[in-house]
């Protein structure tokens, strides 16, 4: 096994202390299982930039701020330097985001500590111990289907209550642990109070997942978690506890839609009455004003 030279400072430096076996090989990463204090746990090592297969970045940073001005001036012009420390800041990001989300009670994997372009951090498993697959390769039942869209629309929920939106989310990127749905993979989570975009890929996410969990309960393809979630989350209203139906009426804004339409027909009907009786002033005076 070829150990990446990250992992083995990383054992140079006591926060790990062997490298078990390679697990998986992702886009943007790969993922070993490693030793750490007794226990199996899942290392996440980054592809360097150049080989790796880049997400439109653009997107999902915005709105993020990092480190001091001076790193942040150089980042926005896009410099060397600039560069250097947008890559860092890719990299510590996933760490940082998935801590964050832990500790907003997301069911997320607990971070051990991250270095050198690796986060260390708990190993999913399954009822058998092995490393848990991805839910895309798991079939349910209608009524477990149901359980788990629910579960998941929750911890969606809970993500955006901690200011965050996964812009991730699928089937690809939640695995099947023995105790439930587990989410991974977040550097790109987005701030959602101050990305543009934050809205459209928070609806993204949720219909990925309903999308693929309506496959075994089709009647949930008809839920419009994200559009009700959003509308609580703008009014400042979202709690982790706040009760979810799915269902979601934009009232106020088809009552004014309504009026409005009403007022432009009012207004096109009065305009046209208005040039019927002009019309029919110009033929009588043109007539001598006699009647006809
Ligand atoms: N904590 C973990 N426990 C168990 N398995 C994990 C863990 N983290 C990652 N994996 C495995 O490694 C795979 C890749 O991880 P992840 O999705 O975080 O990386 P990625 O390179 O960004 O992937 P991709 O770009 O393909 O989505 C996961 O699908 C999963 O199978
Ligand atoms: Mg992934």
């Known amino acids: ?12 430096q006591g926060l790990i202390q062997d490298v078990l076996r390679p697990l998986k ?6 993922v070993f299982v490693v030793l750490h204090e007794g226990q199996e746990r899942a290392a996440k090592v980054y592809k360097a930039a150049e080989r790796r297969n880049f997400r439109a970045r653009a997107d999902y ?10 790193q942040q001036r150089a980042m926005d012009r896009g410099s060397k330097f600039g560069k250097q420390q947008s890559e860092a800041a890719w990299q510590t990001a ?31 498993v399954d009822a058998n111990g092995d490393p848990a697959p991805q839910l895309a390769h798991s079939r349910f039942t209608h009524h477990e289907a149901l359980k788990v869209h629910a579960l998941l629309m929750r911890q969606v929920a809970l993500m955006l209550c901690a200011g965050l939106i996964h812009a991730d989310l699928s089937e690809f990127n939640i695995l099947h642990a023995a105790d439930g749905p587990m989410i991974i993979d977040v550097p790109q989570a987005v701030e959602a ?88 002033r110009g033929d009588k005076s043109r007539r001598g004003g006699k009647p006809a």
């Not at 090989?25 to 790969?30: F, I």
């Not at 940073?61 to 001076?70: C, L």
């Open 25 to 30: 090989s992702g886009k943007e990463a790969a």
């Open 94 to 124: 996933e760490a940082r985001a998935m801590a964050r989300l832990y500790a907003a009670g997301v069911r997320v994997p607990k971070v051990l500590g991250s270095a050198d372009g690796c986060l260390v951090m708990d190993l999913v």
């Open 193 to 280: 109070a101050r990305n543009n975009n934050a809205k459209r890929m928070l609806i993204r996410d949720v219909d990925n997942v309903t999308r693929f969990l309506a496959k075994f309960a089709p009647e949930i393809r008809r839920t419009e978690y994200a559009q009700e979630m959003w509308l609580l989350y703008q009014n400042s209203s979202l709690r982790p506890d706040s009760p979810l139906t799915g269902r979601f009426k934009a009232a106020t804004n088809i009552v004014n839609t309504d009026i409005i339409l009403r007022e432009i027909q009012a207004a096109k009907e009065e305009a046209a009455r208005r040039e019927e009786i002009k019309q029919a």
């Open 1 to 12: 096994m070829l150990i990446p030279q990250n992992l083995r400072d990383l054992i140079a």
């Open 61 to 70: 940073v915005e709105g993020r701020r990092v480190g001091d001005s001076r």
